[in-house]
């Protein structure tokens, strides 16, 4: 779910309704997460989702957008110890369900992250998500793994790794290295192979069949949800951004898609895609 901003309106908007509308999440354990930097607020938020049922909401502290962090809102809080701190005391003295936090380890510099580290221990974090890249590394330098084996040293509460799994092996390897880290969270390495977490617990790789279908059912509720060709496209374009790694030899037709505009054009590039070759792991340049 993309995250939701508690401001001091205390109003849920349409758009943050349909993101977080319990009934298009049935059957899985979905978790809220909103951007706050004021206790009051976010606790009017959390209660609105723990009445819509959740039992859950995540508290994001690694937004590294400047829209989001010029509010001093997402990662820029992990830069001010004492506002991050009474946020803190506040939520969890009024939570009105388990409050899990995503967090980066610092905003400049790791160095910041053993006293945030002490500051999360002091409190009742449902799951501590640590993605180890800093404010200023956005998501393009290489992900800071070391900065992680601080917290799984020192951090006592149940804690989730995520950063840079994007492969079997990869995955496989984090839990050698840390097998006291019971839960990771993947993000764009399951968008390039949507069969990545089932293959992780020994499961077959996508088929082709599977794959299309899982990109009709997108591409046409897109269209059903946005009534709007070229935001469907565009939205589409973002996708084929990771997928098109599983494919072989699909650089003609990607390019053909990030020109498209329209669905013509769009489709005609993915039906070329999905004659192509399947990759055992997508190719990540
Ligand atoms: C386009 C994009 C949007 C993201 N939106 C969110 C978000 O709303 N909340 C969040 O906690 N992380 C968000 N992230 C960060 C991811 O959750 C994750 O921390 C990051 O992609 C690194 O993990 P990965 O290498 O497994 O993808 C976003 C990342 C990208 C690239």
């Given at each position: 779910?993309?995250?939701?901003?508690?401001?001091?309106?205390?109003?849920?908007?349409?758009?943050?309704?349909?993101?977080?509308?319990?009934?298009?999440?049935?059957?899985?354990?979905?978790?809220?997460?909103?951007?706050?930097?004021?206790?009051?607020?976010?606790?009017?938020?959390?209660?609105?989702?723990?009445?819509?049922?959740?039992?859950?909401?995540?508290?994001?502290?690694?937004?590294?957008?400047?829209?989001?962090?010029?509010?001093?809102?997402?990662?820029?809080?992990?830069?001010?110890?004492?506002?991050?701190?009474?946020?803190?005391?506040?939520?969890?003295?009024?939570?009105?369900?388990d409050i899990s936090i995503k967090t980066?380890?610092?905003?400049?510099?790791?160095?910041?992250?053993p006293r945030l580290l002490e500051l999360?221990?002091?409190?009742?974090?449902?799951?501590?998500?640590?993605?180890?890249?800093?404010?200023?590394?956005?998501?393009?330098?290489?992900?800071?793994?070391?900065?992680?084996?601080?917290?799984?040293?020192?951090?006592?509460?149940?804690?989730?790794?995520?950063?840079?799994?994007?492969?079997?092996?990869?995955?496989?390897?984090?839990?050698?290295?840390?097998?006291?880290?019971?839960?990771?969270?993947?993000?764009?390495?399951?968008?390039?192979?949507?069969?990545?977490?089932?293959?992780?617990?020994?499961?077959?790789?996508?088929?082709?069949?599977?794959?299309?279908?899982?990109?009709?059912?997108?591409?046409?509720?897109?269209?059903?949800?946005?009534?709007?060709?070229?935001?469907?496209?565009?939205?589409?374009?973002?996708?084929?951004?990771?997928?098109?790694?599983?494919?072989?030899?699909?650089?003609?037709?990607?390019?053909?898609?990030?020109?498209?505009?329209?669905?013509?054009?769009?489709?005609?590039?993915?039906?070329?895609?999905?004659?192509?070759?399947?990759?055992?792991?997508?190719?990540?340049?």
């Amino acid at each position: 779910m993309p995250f939701i901003t508690a401001t001091h309106d205390h109003v849920l908007t349409p758009k943050d309704l349909r993101n977080v509308a319990p009934e298009e999440n049935p059957g899985f354990a979905a978790v809220p997460q909103v951007l706050a930097w004021d206790g009051g607020d976010f606790l009017w938020m959390a209660r609105a989702l723990a009445d819509m049922g959740y039992r859950e909401v995540n508290l994001n502290l690694g937004c590294p957008s400047g829209t989001v962090t010029a509010k001093g809102k997402g990662a820029a809080l992990l830069g001010d110890p004492e506002a991050l701190e009474r946020l803190l005391e506040e939520i969890y003295a009024g939570a009105p369900c388990d409050i899990s936090i995503k967090t980066r380890v610092g905003l400049r510099d790791p160095e910041e992250f053993p006293r945030l580290l002490e500051l999360f221990a002091r409190f009742p974090v449902s799951l501590l998500i640590v993605h180890p890249r800093v404010r200023e590394d956005f998501y393009r330098r290489p992900v800071r793994r070391e900065a992680f084996a601080l917290a799984a040293e020192r951090y006592p509460g149940a804690l989730c790794y995520n950063g840079g799994l994007v492969s079997v092996a990869g995955v496989r390897s984090f839990q050698a290295e840390y097998p006291r880290v019971e839960q990771v969270m993947i993000g764009q390495g399951l968008l390039a192979d949507p069969a990545l977490v089932s293959r992780c617990k020994g499961g077959p790789a996508a088929k082709r069949e599977t794959l299309r279908a899982y990109h009709d059912e997108l591409y046409h509720t897109y269209l059903e949800v946005f009534r709007n060709e070229r935001g469907t496209v565009y939205h589409m374009k973002e996708m084929w951004s990771y997928l098109g790694r599983l494919f072989e030899g699909a650089d003609k037709p990607l390019k053909q898609i990030r020109k498209a505009a329209a669905r013509g054009p769009y489709e005609a590039a993915v039906e070329r895609i999905f004659q192509l070759p399947l990759r055992e792991e997508p190719l990540w340049t």
